[in-house]
């Protein structure tokens, strides 16, 4: 979390493995033997807080059952998310993140690819969501689940794009009621 913190705070080129021991409180040697540089730690930040975070896998099979449910949780763990880094002192999440991915397009080597393939998954997630609520009955049969896959994953990416922009980050009120709206339009 501090080393999330620091990244999202200051420019990764200022970020020094002397800053770094004075803000994260471990010794540049601990630092070497878990990530061996800079940049091992800086892509573990990536990968923990951009790929892993605010991501649709962490939503736990039993919310997969129900397009709503599954929507739902994702946005209450958007909300609990928002919770812990206004508890570590970041206002808005979403400007964090934004300064980290600005670091992480110069420093790190595919990220544009990796971000590609994150996405791509995502959509899939919502994809397999949506094809399982036509299955089941819970929308109706007559949507075409790729679009609607676009839809809902655009709606985040907007409101978090918006969120960089605002004083505490992404509306997530808003974004249910988004959700909520393309649902009703759905069944």
């Known amino acids: 979390m501090e080393a999330f913190r620091l990244f999202a705070t200051m420019p990764y080129?200022?970020?020094?493995f002397s800053v770094m021991e004075k803000e994260i409180g471990i010794s540049r040697?601990?630092?070497?033997?878990?990530?061996?540089?800079?940049?091992?730690?800086f892509s573990e930040v990536v990968r923990t807080f951009v790929?892993?975070?605010?991501?649709?896998?962490?939503v736990p099979d039993a919310y997969k059952l129900s397009l709503c449910s599954f929507y739902t949780y994702f946005i209450e763990t958007l909300k609990r998310e928002q919770e812990q880094m206004s508890g570590m002192g970041i206002a808005n999440i979403n400007e964090a993140l934004m300064r980290i991915e600005n670091s992480a397009l110069t420093y790190i080597p595919n990220f544009k690819e990796q971000t590609a393939q994150w996405y791509e998954e995502e959509l899939h997630i919502w994809k397999s969501?949506?094809?399982?609520?036509?299955s089941t009955g819970e929308i109706r049969n007559s949507i075409?689940?790729?679009?609607?896959?676009?839809?809902?994953?655009?709606?985040?990416?907007?409101?978090?794009?918006?969120?960089?922009?605002?004083?505490?980050?992404?509306?997530t009120d808003r974004l249910k009621q988004t959700y909520d709206q393309l649902y009703a339009l759905l069944k």
């Open 13 to 16: 080129d200022r970020v020094s």
């Open 144 to 171: 075409d689940p790729i679009t609607i896959s676009y839809l809902y994953e655009d709606c985040y990416l907007g409101r978090a794009f918006h969120g960089v922009f605002t004083h505490a980050g992404y509306d």
């Open 29 to 41: 040697g601990s630092m070497v033997y878990y990530f061996k540089n800079k940049e091992g730690l």
């Open 129 to 134: 969501v949506i094809e399982n609520a036509i």
């Open 51 to 58: 790929y892993g975070a605010s991501s649709l896998k962490a």
